[in-house]
């Protein structure tokens, strides 16, 4: 049932309140009062902001404010001239996700800051405060004394007010979001993409990050001194990093604040924060898992290139469309399959057509066999970062795929940072950073045009998460962070503790097409990869994406088909998830009742230690029996010696039982509760 409650109060300061000595105050609190928020400016008109918790401060005094190009900053001189409240309370249901329904409850309190002198330009600061943390905004209101706003950055702060430990990864490098977490005290954080989490010294967590990401720059945070955290912008292709045209409103600045590390991850707060859904019936949009003809070219066994080791040619295409449709399998990747990979691929985008195949794959008979079969290939797109060039074949790219009921496409921008391609507005080619304001704007093109086809869109190397898929359904999942794919090359691979990590870091902010499932645990030289067989399984409930690889190659699967079995049986859509325990790089269980069944599903990940968890299964329905298939690391598994060992056994349980779970280093344990 949907519901929904909302009022509006509205209070007009007068502006002699501004002769006082003191200037006026503006405050709101959370529906069930534990965050407080407090919004004033200082003898020299300063805006500032800061939040509490239950009385206790959390954001000390922070400041707010935009700086422009062409223009003085809106920082100085500001007087709050307006203030208006408004409580909503409302249940949405998502056509997709980690639960079936969202209850957006929050308080809003918009204030309006206008200069005291000069042009005379106004502004509104938007907060929403919701149990579980804050978010705000800028909203730019039409007027004369401010109407072309070309935004150098934003003066934005966010001042810690405790000590605590960070879990971040660096901003405006080559590799884009493609790191390692770094463990540091905040005092050591640099400059810092977000999501970036803490936890405070008092075991209090916290999480910064932003909402609605739409015609602006991403968001980083740059550590000025102590704890004071500023936002900076990713830069623009010229003098300002935003150009925009009021009226309008900015991204949405995000604080998470939770108690345990889990009520972070079980946040639905970045959701709520952007516009339902503008797509209308999106029943079109289906999850799913699917194999590819992908794992063998990072192992360097096939090419994504032309020539004799070929990977996308049609023999193998059929091949994993027949295995994918005895065993139950939604989809097929296929990439490599369209001309433009030989030579140089990474530096010249614009070698690849998105409609021609290489002669070696029959197109038109490999969609013909997937459809017969009741296989959906999902497409390939990769641009090399040049936007540019994809937009320049992206109408006949869809339409082809359309055609052929091809429903899916992984795009692809492997460049380094700043090296995107874009067209200005002066039609000439420039730079561009992945998540600079004209990429975001080329997301949204390629989103709002697939959805023309229905067509859903799975980006690598893209711009980061920020809730859009509420907004844009067929926005399904993204890569953004370090996948699978490390672990496949010489470099060194993901630590054993980067799953741990990635729940309550880059989680945060949306699904990842991580790509599980590797059976056959080595390298391309044969190094170890940091996981054991039973974690691979346990990966399926712990990183969400709603599209959801099985990575590995059939035949490796063919081998194993006591552990495939667990692949084939775990769902991907969600009535409802739930973090039952977890630290932050260390270890984290999650349980999933699927979409439309009873049965349960678990999950859960070590670091490189051994660990032995007390789960209790209150989450399953009292006065219910299931019988749990249980995945577990055997006696003698561990990451680095026996990899594959498992344990697979079923046993009765019910509501009352607590389960043992007993996880090797680098390992984990899969259990579908099946219910009687």
Request: net charge negative.
């Amino acid at each position: 049932m949907i519901r929904h409650l909302s009022a509006c109060l509205a209070v007009l300061l007068p502006l002699a309140a501004f002769a006082q000595d003191l200037p006026p105050v503006a405050r709101i609190a959370s529906p069930d009062d534990t965050l407080q928020v407090e919004v004033t400016t200082d003898p020299e008109g300063r805006a500032s902001y800061s939040v509490s918790r239950h009385g206790k401060p959390v954001i000390a005094p922070s400041r707010l404010g935009i700086l422009l190009t062409d223009a003085p900053k809106l920082e100085r001189n500001l007087q709050l001239v307006a203030q208006e409240e408004r409580t909503h309370d409302e249940t949405w249901e998502q056509p997709w996700g980690e639960r079936r329904f969202v209850r957006d409850r929050h308080n809003e309190l918009r204030v309006t800051f206008a200069e005291r002198a000069g042009a005379g330009r106004r502004f509104d600061v938007v907060f929403r405060v919701f149990d579980d943390g804050v978010g705000f905004r800028y909203d730019f209101p039409d007027q004369d004394a401010l109407r072309q706003v070309h935004i150098a950055d934003e003066l934005t702060e966010f001042v810690v007010a405790d000590p605590a430990t960070a879990w971040w990864i660096p901003a405006l490098e080559w590799n884009r979001k493609e790191y390692v977490y770094q463990r540091t005290p905040l005092a050591e954080v640099g400059y810092a993409q977000t999501p970036l989490t803490l936890r405070t010294d008092d075991g209090l967590h916290l999480a910064f990050h932003e909402a609605a990401l739409l015609d602006y720059s991403a968001m980083n945070l740059m550590r000025v001194e102590g704890r004071r955290l500023r936002a900076v912008l990713f830069p623009g292709t010229g003098a300002a990093k935003v150009e925009r045209t009021a009226p309008f409103a900015t991204p949405w600045r995000v604080l998470l604040v939770s108690e345990d590390a889990g009520g972070l991850a079980e946040s639905d707060l970045v959701l709520n924060l952007n516009a339902p859904n503008a797509l209308g019936d999106v029943s079109w949009v289906k999850p799913m898992k699917y194999l590819g003809i992908w794992w063998e070219m990072h192992l360097d066994t096939k090419t994504w290139g032309s020539g004799p080791r070929h990977g996308a040619t049609t023999e193998h295409a059929l091949r994993f469309i027949d295995f994918a449709a005895e065993h139950g399998i939604g989809g097929v990747l296929i990439e490599g399959w369209n001309v433009g990979w030989d030579g140089d691929w990474f530096a010249n985008g614009e070698a690849f057509s998105f409609t021609e195949p290489y002669p070696d794959l029959d197109l038109e008979r490999v969609a013909a066999h997937a459809r017969a079969k009741g296989v959906r290939l999902i497409g390939h797109h990769e641009t090399s970062g040049h936007a540019a060039h994809y937009e320049s074949q992206l109408d006949d790219a869809l339409d082809l795929y359309q055609r052929l009921g091809i429903d899916a496409i992984k795009t692809g921008y492997v460049a380094d940072g700043g090296q995107a391609k874009v067209l200005g507005d002066d039609g000439t080619l420039h730079q561009a950073w992945h998540e600079g304001q004209a990429m975001s704007r080329h997301h949204i093109k390629v989103i709002t045009e697939a959805a023309k086809r229905r067509i859903g869109i799975n980006p690598h190397e893209p711009i980061k998460d920020s809730g859009l898929r509420r907004t844009y359904p067929n926005w399904m999942t993204r890569e953004g962070a370090r996948g699978m794919e490390y672990n496949a090359w010489d470099l060194p691979g993901n630590p054993p503790e980067h799953e741990a990590t990635l729940v309550f870091t880059r989680m945060l902010d949306g699904p990842m097409d991580f790509t599980p499932g590797v059976f056959v645990m080595n390298t391309k030289s044969g190094e170890k990869i940091a996981t054991t067989l039973a974690k691979q399984l346990a990966l399926y409930v712990v990183i969400y994406s709603p599209l959801q690889m099985a990575v590995d190659l059939p035949e490796h699967y063919e081998a194993r088909m006591d552990a495939f079995q667990f692949i084939k049986d775990v769902a991907v859509d969600w009535e409802d998830s739930r973090v039952l325990n977890g630290e932050i790089g260390e270890f984290v269980t999650i349980a999933r009742r699927e979409r439309g069944g009873d049965d349960w599903y678990l999950g859960a990940v070590t670091d490189g230690e051994a660990r032995e968890l007390q789960v209790p299964l209150s989450f399953l329905d009292a006065g219910r029996r299931y019988t749990a298939q249980i995945y577990r690391d055997g006696p003698d598994a561990g990451w680095q010696r026996n990899q594959t060992d498992l344990e697979i056994e079923e046993r009765e349980v019910g509501a009352g039982d607590t389960l043992t779970l007993r996880l090797a280093p680098g390992g984990g344990q899969a259990i579908r509760f099946v219910a009687d």
